[in-house]
């Protein structure tokens, strides 16, 4: 079998942690999620995944968070079928192939050039679905993509690794291009952002940076014209906590009993109506 290499530094390269974490979960006895993509992915790739920081429950919790994600765009791709989605920085998340879409569906698969690249090489890529060589900060970016449709933005693991004033941008251009849309996303606060970069073990291994903290959805809002908020959940939160192993499960609890901690990360599912 032929194997590609995956020649990444940086915010890219911690996409190989979160797909390290996919396949060792999905190939567990009783997978949260099932992710054959990612298998297959891991056994492709000409890379050691033993470096990428990954360790521990990580691989559950990074299950956790991806099919919470998967539900959430499959419930608003579900009431509004004939949708554009952007899946902004995609990495090799094979979330396009995992979900039963509709044919009204067109799905846009956008991330750097090298990890498109590699994506490319990996994954078959349907009719409807498109992938998009670029940063998501790029002001060009919506130049390829018609906007005469509802969009849906997908954004898991993401918003931490933008430049504050980029990323608020990127939102700005993507309410004023659209009719009408949706966000999905995950935000970290101040306090996580902090730990991240010194503690985080993917984030080190990828010699990566988180840069944006967001404390809350009204941030958001508050910046973003026409932006509203429909629902904000902290990790604590999410669905299938309970398959932590016990004592893990303990501890989640105690630090939800504290605010600092309670909103170090969020989800967030926002709207705009031109």
């Avoid at 190989?16 to 056994?43: F, K, N, Q």
């Avoid at 002001?139 to 933005?153: F, M, Q, T, W, Y």
């Amino acid at each position: 079998m032929e194997r590609e290499r995956a020649d990444l530094t940086g915010a890219p390269a911690t996409m190989l942690a979160t797909l390290s974490g996919r396949a060792l979960h999905s190939r567990s006895a009783d997978p949260i999620l099932h992710d054959p993509y990612a298998e297959e992915a891991v056994r492709r790739i000409d890379h050691d995944f033993s470096k990428t920081g990954v360790r521990g429950n990580d691989p559950l919790s990074i299950a956790l968070r991806g099919s919470l994600f998967d539900r959430l765009a499959a419930d608003r791709i579900a009431a509004h079928p004939e949708v554009t989605v952007l899946h902004l920085g995609c990495g090799l998340d094979s979330r396009g192939l995992r979900l039963d879409l509709p044919p009204s569906v067109e799905w846009y698969d956008v991330d750097f050039p090298e990890v498109i690249d590699l994506r490319r090489k990996l994954y078959e890529q349907p009719e409807r679905h498109h992938t998009i060589a670029s940063s998501v900060t790029d002001p060009a970016l919506l130049d390829s993509i018609p906007g005469d449709r509802r969009v849906l933005v997908v954004a898991e693991g993401l918003t931490m690794y933008l430049d504050p004033q980029e990323g608020l941008a990127l939102l700005r251009r993507i309410t004023e291009r659209f009719p009408a849309g949706e966000l999905i996303c995950d935000v970290q606060g101040e306090l996580a952002v902090r730990f991240a970069n010194v503690l985080n073990s993917p984030v080190r291994a990828a010699n990566a940076k988180l840069r944006w903290a967001v404390g809350s959805g009204a941030e958001l809002v508050n910046a973003v014209p026409g932006l509203a908020l429909d629902e904000e959940l902290t990790f604590f939160e999410v669905p299938g906590l309970e398959r932590l192993p016990a004592s893990y499960r303990a501890l989640v609890r105690a630090m939800g009993h504290i605010p600092a901690l309670r909103r170090m990360a969020l989800i967030l599912r926002m709207h705009f109506d031109g």
